[in-house]
């Protein structure tokens, strides 16, 4: 008897988890349907009309959870921005591989191109890669870094962007679940930043957009990645109100 009543329990939570998992499942896909895409029937006339931008990142960018739609669509088709979307999910900044962030910038880039703003995602990836962290260094020309690790990595691209294009450079850091290692780069790209002197879009200390995803938990598919909906309720308003203030 006991047994069985043990049995039933294990089913009933089993039958609960099952209920609550096809619930997040379908409210996924109602947060990507079209109705949350991005659409020209709500083009802005604003500010980032026309301006030439490098998003280079990985899976939030490309838009990993939300059919490969993320906050870069919306600026190209709701605020006229012509972007430039080079995101590959799962890649470093570190140069480990042919799609790492540097790799892909040196290959897909047009170093003869002008560019109104550079923006770079702060890669979740490197460290689930054990690559290492590597050290700020007292150098500015780009061949002095290491860029087989993720701090000579990201002054690679800071050197790169100066030199090259000579552009206002921007990184946007992402959201995760408290992970010391990612918490201790975000605080290394602020030491970066009074080096190097770019901006920073902090979405990981974004406050209100933790709330908001809390109260619409259809927003993400897990910790790191939006749907369509928490791209464009959360990340590109905060997008849209920072860049125009860098390209005023």
């Given amino acids: 008897m006991k047994y069985g009543l043990i049995k039933t329990a294990l089913f009933t939570a089993a039958g ?13 896909r109602r947060a990507n349907s079209e109705i949350y895409q991005p659409s020209r029937d709500f083009f802005v006339d604003d500010n980032l009309n026309g301006k030439k931008i490098v998003f280079l990142g990985s899976s939030v960018t490309a838009g990993l959870a939300a059919k490969g739609i993320s906050f870069v669509d919306f600026l190209r088709v709701e605020h006229g921005v012509h972007a430039i979307k080079e995101a590959v999910s799962g890649t470093t900044l570190a140069d480990i591989n042919e799609k790492s962030y540097i790799s892909r910038m040196k290959k897909n880039l047009n170093f003869d191109s002008h560019y109104d703003l550079f923006a770079c995602q702060l890669s979740t990836n490197d460290q689930r890669n054990g690559v290492e962290m590597g050290r700020i260094s007292k150098s500015y020309d780009a061949e002095d870094f290491d860029t087989q690790t993720t701090i000579g990595a990201i002054e690679y691209i ?32 602020f030491e970066l930043q009074r080096k190097w002197h770019f901006a920073i879009i902090d979405i990981w ?8 995803n809390e109260e619409n938990p259809c927003f993400m598919l897990d910790d790191t990645h939006p749907t369509c909906a928490g791209y464009r309720y959360g990340w590109t308003p905060i997008f849209v109100k920072e860049l125009d203030q860098m390209l005023e």
């Fill in 205 to 212: 200390n974004n406050k209100a957009l933790k709330k908001m």
């Fill in 158 to 189: 800071a050197a790169t962007v100066q030199d090259t294009w000579d552009c206002p450079l921007v990184f946007y850091t992402c959201l995760r679940k408290p992970e010391p290692e990612y918490e201790f780069l975000r605080e290394k790209l």
């Fill in 16 to 28: 609960a988890a099952l209920v609550k998992l096809s619930k997040k499942s379908i409210d996924i």
